[in-house]
T-cell receptor, first 113, second 112 residues
Framework: EAGVAQSPRYKIIEKRQSVAFWCNPI?????LYWYQQILGQGPKLLIQ????????DSQLPKDRFSAERLKGVDSTLKIQPAKLEDSAVYLC???????????FGPGTRLTVL | GNSVTQMEGPVTLSEEAFLTINCTYT??????LFWYVQYPGEGLQLLLK?????DKGSNKGFEATYRKETTSFHLEKGSVQVSDSAVYFC???????????FGKGTTLSVSS
């Protein structure tokens, strides 16, 4: 069974530029999560989807971050404009349903200069 | 709100030493508790979990017991190997299936 796929794996941008990350969850998984992991810290939830609806986006900085999950399958996370403090690893995870085990992708490491 | 606190690292051990990584939590109700591991260059993987008080999760020689009276979920292994070198994260999820809340992670380095 294929795991959670993410791309790109690495991205370097200048501050105030925009960037987008893509995630393809495990087939059949209804729940999809985006986490932000800043160096030296544990992952922190940005947004949680159930199929194509948002369950929790309370910690998403909505003035600059946006995410969508069209058709309830893959998802994109966008940052516009990026700030220095957005430098982090962005992790995508999926689970069969909300109370099931979460499987994580390899992450996208973003560096904002 | 819910939170997880785990011991600061790094933890440096010799091969075959005993490992304990402390984890305590704050939560309402009865959360599920997890340990995740992140090996160098790899993604987060579930190591073990426990869903109710007094449950013991175990995997690959690692164990952790859900202690509600002390709100703890300490990770232990009797004899570590070099291949156990990684970052270990304690996490919780509440009964409603919310997203995971992670501790800051503890780096384990095992030398031969």
């Amino acid at each position: 069974e294929a795991g959670v796929a993410q791309s790109p794996r690495y991205k370097i941008i200048e501050k105030r530029q925009s960037v987008a990350f893509w995630c393809n969850p495990i087939s059949g998984h209804a729940t999809l999560y985006w986490y932000q992991q800043i160096l030296g810290q544990g992952p922190k939830l940005l947004i949680q989807f159930q199929n194509n609806g948002v369950v929790d986006d309370s910690q998403l900085p909505k003035d600059r971050f946006s995410a969508e999950r069209l058709k309830g399958v893959d998802s994109t996370l966008k940052i516009q404009p990026a700030k220095l403090e957005d430098s982090a690893v962005y992790l995508c995870a999926s689970s069969l349903d909300r109370t099931d085990e979460q499987f994580f992708g390899p992450g996208t490491r973003l560096t904002v200069l | 709100g819910n939170s997880v606190t785990q011991m600061e690292g790094p933890v440096t051990l010799s091969e075959e030493a005993f490992l304990t990584i402390n984890c305590t939590y704050t939560a309402t109700g009865y959360p599920s508790l997890f340990w995740y591991v992140q090996y160098p260059g790899e993604g987060l993987q579930l190591l073990l979990k426990a869903t109710k008080a007094d449950d013991k999760g175990s995997n690959k020689g690692f164990e952790a017991t859900y202690r509600k009276e002390t709100t703890s979920f300490h990770l232990e292994k009797g004899s570590v190997q070099v291949s156990d070198s990684a970052v270990y994260f304690c996490a919780l999820s509440d009964q409603a299936g919310t997203a995971l809340i992670f501790g800051k992670g503890t780096t384990l380095s095992v030398s031969s």
